[in-house]
């Protein structure tokens, strides 16, 4: 064998070789580019938010089974595409309940958002407005329905509602929703009681947070937190007035084991949009909401955080497609953490995606910048899968394009 031939490095195409990051660029910028999936979103959140905030989102109730079979659900997807299909333009866009959304899925209410990071839901309505998605506020926001939309005018904002045992509670926050231009109720009937979070429990996460050793010592390697949290207004439940109580009083002062068809009936009456009802996990009771006359529900098990080892939603999903999908949209949450997931989703006939932690992850990560790179992520994975399957528009997907692989099998 002939020897290799050396010689003197070429300085002109060593200079193209190298390449260094501008040591002036933004560090969040940095730290957010390189942010590939929601996964890595979830990485840097770690590092850079306390323990209970943290483990607030990441965690579910009890043995976290319910989360962990989400989760396995979508990766057990088996894709099947078509070739040779032209997939020069895309449209990743639809109706959702009458109105059109660039993206089949947007952000979902979640609770003690400003916990997480500082800019709380009007990062969110923000970023969710500027993608032309649209944005859900939590009963249990910190940011209050006026608010939020001052930080999106434009947006298309959601409220979702718990129904209260004291229930004019629950029909100020319906005007107050309505007056400030939300077009949807989002009423959530699967938290009868306050599901059992070891996590929180175990961290003794509190509202707002108690400056304690054990705090102090977590927040020593992540100073930002501390410092925004210490240099904004103070934290409350801002859709909620005057509450002096601990969380714990307040979910079961919200939480009501009494709610039924007449509260519902009694709710409707109020709300002059679009009516969804969120938590349904049976087929049996998607016909109820069915021939109540919704405009939707949403297959949810509360992110696993509420009766652990519920029904996968996404399992569920194409069976009540076929019972009530022609009556009614059927919207789907938990365990989504990718486009895929929102494609495969789509496939089986879901109009509409709710993504909580994935957005959460985002904003622990970067705030409105850390929203903006889930959403850029989710948006870029939609694109590309559709691409991949051959199809062009989201109606053409359908059940041909996915495989539901699982273990999870009656006896």
Request: aromatic residues 8%.
């Amino acid at each position: 064998m002939a020897p290799m031939r050396r010689q003197l490095p070429d300085i002109a195409a060593l200079r193209d070789l190298m390449r260094f990051e501008n040591p002036l660029r933004n560090p969040a910028q940095q730290r957010l580019a390189k942010a590939q999936t929601i996964w890595d979103l979830r990485a840097i959140a770690k590092r850079r938010t306390p323990k209970g905030p943290f483990d607030y989102t990441a965690g579910a109730a009890e043995g976290e089974v319910g989360l962990q079979r989400a989760y396995n659900a979508f990766r057990d997807v088996e894709f099947h595409p078509s070739v040779l299909r032209d997939v020069t333009a895309v449209d990743t866009g639809w109706d959702v309940l009458g109105q059109r959304s660039a993206l089949p899925f947007g952000i979902a209410p979640t609770g003690f958002t400003r916990l997480m990071h500082a800019a709380g839901e009007r990062a969110g309505a923000a970023a969710a407005a500027a993608y032309g998605v649209p944005f859900a506020l939590s009963t249990l926001g910190t940011t209050s329905p006026e608010h939020v939309r001052e930080a999106s005018p434009d947006g298309r904002l959601w409220f979702q509602l718990y129904m209260m045992k004291a229930r004019h509670r629950s029909y100020e926050l319906v005007e107050r929703a309505a007056a400030a231009g939300f077009d949807t109720l989002l009423v959530t009937v699967d938290t009868p009681v306050a599901g059992a979070r070891h996590r929180d429990k175990r961290n003794g996460m509190s509202f707002p947070p108690q400056l304690t050793p054990g705090t102090v010592l977590d927040a020593l390697p992540r100073p930002e937190w501390w410092i925004n949290f210490l240099t904004t207004p103070p934290l409350e439940f801002a859709a909620i007035r005057n509450w002096d109580g601990t969380v714990g009083e307040l979910l079961d002062t919200m939480f009501d084991p009494s709610i039924d068809m007449d509260d519902l009936r009694e709710i409707r009456s109020l709300w002059k949009g679009k009516f969804v009802v969120k938590g349904v996990q049976s087929v049996e009771d998607a016909k109820r909401m069915a021939d109540f006359g919704v405009d939707a529900i949403q297959l949810s098990n509360h992110g696993g955080r509420q009766l652990d080892r519920a029904p996968v939603p996404f399992l569920l999903l194409p069976e009540v497609v076929r019972e009530v999908g022609r009556d009614l949209e059927v919207h789907v949450d938990t365990g989504v953490m990718s486009g895929a997931d929102v494609v495969a989703s789509v496939a089986l006939g879901a109009r509409y995606v709710q993504v909580g932690r994935a957005y959460l992850y985002g904003l622990m990560a970067g705030g409105r910048a850390g929203v903006n790179r889930m959403l850029s992520i989710l948006s870029d994975e939609t694109s590309r899968v559709m691409r991949l399957l051959g199809v062009t528009s989201l109606e053409e997907l359908g059940p041909q394009h996915v495989t539901q692989l699982t273990s999870l099998r009656p006896r």
